[in-house]
Structures are given as structure tokens and as C-alpha cells.
């Protein structure tokens, strides 16, 4: 405690020191491109910080003490930055992704039996397109990033980047690296989170079928309960450390099909889900939607054959924008903002119901942009927690439109792209409200999951996958161990008052 005090001295004494040194003027301009750049979302990325880092070099002169040896001091800036903000009300904690390397990338393609058919010559080429469109859009030089061939052993591509994205038929190119007739998922998961560093995303495209060498004439129930037993076990150590995005695409398949209890194959010609699993640290999962360089990437959702995704992680991941509006026509009752809340009011007091309808309607404008969860999952208002003293709930979630961008709102707006509905029959004393966004196994798990695949026939055969459920199950359960209570994505925080 003592040491965070003098910490904030001896910052406060440097901004006043910078204040002399840089000059009023100069000085000035650069806090006003700060509020500008990071006042409303918290986080100045990588074009924004060479925004900041050019007009510094112009003013190089008046700017002396962020600079030493004529080079930028990196450090120095983000101090002074870190410290405008902490001592503005509220006081906010930015994300300054300046000076950041490059993503290395880790590659995984499964090449098991199963998987060699959404490649095949009398495929539509979907699954090829999807998976070099992603790898194109990544930053950096494609030759810097490593691939693996993975089945029953995780081996080295021989080949290069260039060569497997060049390639006409992937599977070809990669026959006879491994035991095709088997997937080490265990292995696999177990490499991509112990082998994946703080500089790096590990990418694995799969079929998500668990299978083993002896699975012919085993209950499937057995197979399952080991699947999620697996996955539990693989991931109760690092799940703090690191989030797990998991997308689900579909492809043409056309070749033979390996049922779970059979040694050989069924020709099958149609669609085929496959999955598409994106590893790195809580950190970085959160940089791909803030980072301009990696936003491209992070847009899953525009691949060629993608359907859902969903994002494994502990607690807290993203920190949206957020703001009560003022004035709008959807407000019922009367309140006052708190003094010295800026433009971001979360802070309301004398709250009163409405004199006509007798009950109280808040609308909180929320930016729900930049995060990798499904749009459909975003909006459903089943997917939120609502805790407070007195009675609120959220009656609607919808985007923000022309007519709620009036100038005495669009300073309370920022960057939102929704508004939230919020219902009360009134407030009787002081209290927080915590709004947060559950973080759930989606209905499409369960929808995409088949306990028996041994009919190639069978009506949800080209939507589902053996036994998905309850790999994904498994993964859950040791995230949720690791949360405080059930896993959220992000959390808002309100204050009312009566």
C-alpha cells in the first residue's frame, strides 16, 4: 500500500514536471489526442500509437523527456499516458499496444482418414479457400510461421509455408506423415497449450472426432465420458492463462466416412461441419478484435462455409464502452447524474419512477463490436445476468440508430453500436448493478453434437459430429473452475441512487 502511494506521487510529480517541460500548448494537444484516440474504448492500438508517436516526433523539441538518445522512449510515454488517465475521473487503466512483435503462428492440420475428403478432387474447394483465405490474412511474413501435420503424432510439414499454401491438394502433399487411422487429441490439445508462447497463436483445423485405435465394439457412452475425462483433465492447468476459440465451418466432403464402431469406411458426397481452434493468451485473444492489423483476421464470420463460434475463457476478457444516455425516447422517469463522470455517465442519484406508466426505463448505450463471440449469442438477452437489489431487467437489446445520435448524446454514445433496454418498478436505496454476459455453452454445441454416426444417411449427418458435445463439455468444466463462479465475458457496473 505503501509503495502504490509513493508510485503515485512520484507519477503525479513527473506530469507536472512533463507539464514545464513540454510546454501548456504542446502539452495540451497531446492530451486532447489522447481523449480522442482512447477516452472511449480504453486502448490505443498499434495505428493509433503511431498517430501519437508522429506528432511527437514533430514536436521532438518540446517533447525532450520522451526522448533519450534521440530515439523514442516507448516507456516513458506510456507512463505519462497510464498516468493522464488514472488521475482523470473516473479514473481509467488503458491498453497501449505499442511497440508489439509480430504473432508467430503455429499451424496444426489433422490429416486423419476422416479428414482427408473436404480436400478431394470432386469437392467444391470450400474448405482449401477457408483455411488459406484465415492464414492470408494473418501480419508478418507467412515463411516465419510453423505448420504441423497432426493424427496419432504431431510432426513437422517438411514442405514451408508457401508450399502448403500454394499446394493444389493439402491432404496429397502430407500422405504418410503419421498414423491417419487414429487422432492423439489428448496430444494435440496438450501441445497447443503448453507450446503456444506469449508471442504466439496456435491455430488447429480438425474434424473434432474422437477416436482411438480400439474404439470397434466399445459402448459410445465409454468413449464419451473418456473424450470429456480427456479434455478436463488436459485443460485444468492453463486455462487462466489462455482463452480458446473454437469455429465451426462447414465444407464439401466426398470420399469415405469412419464411423466410430466400424473399421471401414461409407462413401459420403455432401456437407460436413469442421471445426477451426484458435489458442493463444488471454491477451492476445483480446488484441485480434483491437489490433488493426489482426481485425482481418479476427472475421471469421466472413470465411467461406463458417455457421458459429465460441470463446472459451475465465472471466473479463473484453472491457466494452459504456454509457446511460440522458435523453432519449425510450426514458422513463427522472434522475441526476453524479458530478464527475465526464462523457461516461454510470453514476445516477435522485432516481425516480415515471409519473405516468409508475415504473423507472434506463437506456445504457453498450459497444459491442471487437469481440469473437457470435452476433446471435450477443443480443440474446437470456445470455445476460442482471444483479441488484431492487428488481431491473434488460426488456430489449438493439442496435444504435440515426435518430439516437442527437449532439447533446453523441458524446455519451462514443464508439457504442447498441442500446439497452433497462426496466425497474423503482430503485429504494443506493445500490450497484451488475450487468454481465454469461459465458455458456451455446445451443449450437448441443445441436451440432451426435451420439451415433454410424449412418452416413441419417437426416442431421451433414450438420453434426460424434461424440462434439462432449469433448467441448470437458473444456468447459475446467474453465469454469477456474472462474469466479459461472465465466462471463464482460461485466458493467452502474450506480443508483434513490
Not at 510439414?157 to 487414429?182: H, L, M, V, W
Not at 488447429?204 to 459402448?219: A, E, F, H, P, R
Not at 447533446?408 to 430503485?427: C, P, Q
Not at 448441443?446 to 470437458?474: H, I, M, P, R, W
Request: aromatic share 10%; charged share 25%.
Amino acid at each position: 500500500m505503501k509503495n502504490n502511494s509513493l508510485k503515485a506521487l512520484f507519477m503525479a510529480l513527473l506530469a507536472g514536471v512533463l507539464f514545464v517541460a513540454c510546454g501548456g500548448g504542446e502539452k495540451k494537444a497531446l492530451n486532447r489526442m489522447l481523449l480522442d484516440v482512447a477516452d472511449k474504448d480504453e486502448v490505443i492500438d498499434a495505428t493509433e500509437w503511431e498517430q501519437i508517436a508522429e506528432f511527437l516526433d514533430g514536436q521532438k523539441a518540446h517533447f525532450k523527456d520522451f526522448y533519450k538518445d534521440g530515439e523514442l522512449d516507448i516507456d516513458e510515454v506510456k507512463d505519462y499516458i497510464q498516468n493522464f488517465f488514472e488521475n482523470r475521473r473516473p479514473p481509467k487503466k488503458i491498453d497501449i499496444q505499442a511497440g508489439r512483435r509480430t504473432l508467430g503462428v503455429n499451424f496444426y492440420l489433422e490429416r486423419s482418414g476422416s479428414m482427408v475428403p473436404y480436400d478431394a478432387a470432386g469437392g467444391d474447394g470450400s474448405f482449401k479457400a477457408a483455411i488459406v483465405g484465415m492464414l492470408n490474412k494473418l501480419p508478418g511474413s507467412g515463411d516465419d510461421n510453423r505448420i504441423y501435420v497432426v493424427n496419432s503424432e504431431i510432426n513437422a510439414y517438411p514442405r514451408g509455408y508457401s508450399q502448403f499454401i500454394s499446394d493444389p491438394n493439402i491432404f496429397e502433399s502430407t500422405k504418410g506423415i503419421g498414423d491417419a487411422s487414429s487422432t492423439d487429441f489428448e496430444a494435440i490439445f496438450q501441445q497447443l497449450l503448453d507450446k503456444t508462447g506469449e508471442d504466439e497463436l496456435s491455430i488447429l483445423v480438425t474434424d473434432m472426432i474422437y477416436s482411438t485405435k480400439q474404439m470397434v465394439g466399445v459402448n459410445p457412452q465409454k468413449v464419451f465420458a473418456e473424450a470429456q475425462g480427456m479434455t478436463n483433465a488436459v485443460f485444468k492447468s492453463q486455462v487462466k492463462e489462455k482463452g480458446l476459440l473454437i469455429v465451426k465451418m462447414v465444407g464439401s466432403f466426398n470420399g469415405p466416412y469412419y464411423s466410430y464402431n466400424s473399421a471401414g469406411g461409407q462413401q459420403y458426397n455432401g456437407r460436413r461441419p469442421y471445426y477451426i481452434v484458435v489458442v493463444g493468451s488471454n491477451a492476445n485473444i483480446a488484441r485480434l478484435t483491437r489490433d488493426e492489423a489482426y481485425i482481418p483476421f479476427s472475421r471469421f464470420s466472413e470465411l467461406r462455409g463458417y455457421e458459429d463460434m465460441y470463446l472459451f475463457e475465465t472471466d473479463d476478457v473484453y472491457k466494452p464502452y459504456y454509457s446511460l444516455l440522458l435523453e432519449n425516447e425510450q426514458i422513463r422517469g427522472r434522475f441526476r447524474t453524479v458530478h464527475g463522470q465526464g462523457d461516461q455517465i454510470r453514476d445516477i442519484e435522485n432516481v425516480e419512477v415515471d409519473r405516468n406508466s409508475g415504473d423507472l426505463r434506463l437506456v445504457l448505450a453498450v459497444d459491442l463490436g471487437g469481440m469473437l463471440i457470435d452476433e446471435q449469442y450477443l443480443l440474446d438477452i437470456d445470455n445476460y445476468r442482471v444483479e441488484s437489489d431492487d428488481a431491473l431487467v434488460i426488456k430489449e437489446i438493439r442496435p444504435v440508430e440515426q435518430k439516437d445520435v442527437s449532439p447533446a448524446e453523441r458524446k455519451h454514445l462514443g464508439k457504442a453500436t447498441h442500446l439497452f433496454i433497462l426496466e425497474s418498478e423503482g430503485i429504494k436505496h443506493r445500490q450497484t448493478v451488475n450487468i454481465k454476459l454469461m459465458n455458456r455453452l451455446p445451443e449450437w454445441v448441443e445441436a451440432s453434437s451426435s451420439d451415433d454416426d454410424s449412418s452416413v444417411g441419417g437426416s442431421g449427418f451433414a450438420n453434426t459430429t460424434f461424440g462434439l458435445k462432449y469433448l467441448l463439455q470437458g473444456i468447459y468444466d475446467s474453465y469454469r473452475k477456474h472462474s469466479k463462479g459461472e465465466p462471463y465475458y464482460f461485466e458493467l457496473k452502474l450506480g443508483l441512487d434513490k
